[in-house]
């Protein structure tokens, strides 16, 4: 098939970027022919991935957004035909729209639920949902990809896609790069980077925007009533990084939290852990939470976490009903903390092995070739 796949920037890693990227990759192995229509490449493209650039307005992120949106689907349409065009981002005029970090509609309510967003909307956030109610305006797309059930619902509720448009496709998981033996490899040294003893117990958490993943939260907790005198390393970046570390300091938390910043080698941080919290007030799926099972690592999350919907067996008893339970939180950490690991350990690398990135590639081709038959 010739592909046509929308996204502003393309790069290794990050959340659509690194989606971008590998599925750009992976689909060009299969012998597809794809195309990237991008701004801003912040990597090479893989191998065989032809790039088409996107002029762009960069006077502050509005007129980035703004322009993409209007400037992309009109360079796709100068460079087709194609078989199938697909959306990374927000950009109307796709046929298969990857619906991957849920719809900004209920984001912005998850937030504003949570306090941690004002319910004035600037022009930025307006923008946003004006251009993705075109997205998902009857007669605008083909097909919808959502990476969990979370998402479907969403866009079912939202903008009343119909069920039978939305195909579900998780996304998959290194299964060498995460694995339970890198923990006798990685773990001393990572704990010793770490400046953390050999015996003390750890939770880790990963990700970026820490008020959409709830550190707030997580350092509430430990301030409170750290789960068996843990220690809680947060590895990921955020704009207010340095308040962070700051906070992390105080006497009460007795040095017992570490911002470690963005991390290139997060395989050495889920080796040195213990457990994984997962407090995301809003997540679409959660790549951590897959990536933490292929480690053989306790996952402790809450129903806002699209990937939950894969925690099988006694994993499930690890779910919080809120993000914001924090005693549900510690109950459940301790709980693990207490436990040498193994049997919840080996639970959790059969369920990471259901979803390895060569079946989710099966899935995506089954939907692209579902796609280019549907009717424009």
């Not at 990700?207 to 709830?214: A, H, L, M, V």
Request: one cysteine or more; proline letters at 5%; aromatic letters at 6%.
């Amino acid at each position: 098939m010739r592909l046509a796949c929308v996204y502003r920037r393309l790069a290794r890693e990050g959340g659509t970027e690194g989606d971008l990227y590998r599925t750009s990759e992976a689909l060009a192995a299969r012998g597809h022919d794809v195309h990237l229509f991008c701004s801003d490449l912040r990597t090479p493209p893989p191998a065989g991935v032809s790039v088409h650039r996107v002029p762009l307005v960069r006077a502050g992120r509005l007129a980035r957004l703004v322009s993409f949106a209007w400037a992309a689907p009109r360079v796709v349409a100068r460079a087709g035909p194609w078989d199938v065009v697909v959306g990374f981002g927000r950009t109307p005029g796709q046929d298969l729209a990857r619906c991957g970090g849920g719809t900004h509609r209920a984001y912005l309510a998850t937030m504003q639920a949570f306090g941690a967003r004002r319910r004035v909307l600037g022009p930025y956030h307006r923008a946003v949902l004006g251009i993705e109610a075109m997205q998902y305006r009857a007669g605008n797309f083909r097909r919808v990809l959502a990476v969990s059930r979370r998402v479907r619902a969403e866009l079912m509720a939202g903008y009343g896609v119909a069920a039978d448009r939305v195909h579900v496709v998780y996304n998959g998981v290194d299964l060498a790069r995460f694995h339970p033996r890198r923990a006798r490899e990685l773990r001393p040294a990572a704990r010793r980077k770490l400046g953390i003893p050999a015996d003390a117990r750890i939770v880790l958490m990963v990700g970026s925007g820490f008020r959409r993943k709830n550190v707030d939260g997580l350092l509430r907790l430990w301030l409170d009533a750290p789960p068996l005198d843990a220690w809680l390393v947060i590895v990921g970046g955020d704009e207010r990084l340095g308040a962070y570390r700051r906070a992390a300091a105080a006497p009460r938390l007795r040095g017992r939290v570490i911002f470690t910043g963005p991390q290139a080698a997060v395989e050495e941080f889920y080796a040195a852990a213990d457990a994984v919290a997962v407090a995301s007030l809003q997540e679409a799926f959660g790549n951590v939470v897959l990536e933490a099972l292929a480690s053989g690592k306790a996952v402790v999350t809450s129903s806002a976490v699209g990937a939950a919907e894969l925690l099988a067996g006694s994993l499930r008893e690890l779910i919080a009903d809120r993000p914001d339970d924090l005693r549900g939180f510690h109950d459940r950490l301790t709980l693990v903390l207490r436990e040498d690991g193994s049997e919840i350990g080996r639970l959790a690398r059969r369920v990471a092995e259901e979803r390895p990135w060569a079946a989710h590639f099966d899935a995506l081709e089954r939907v692209l070739e579902e796609t280019a038959a549907a009717s424009p």
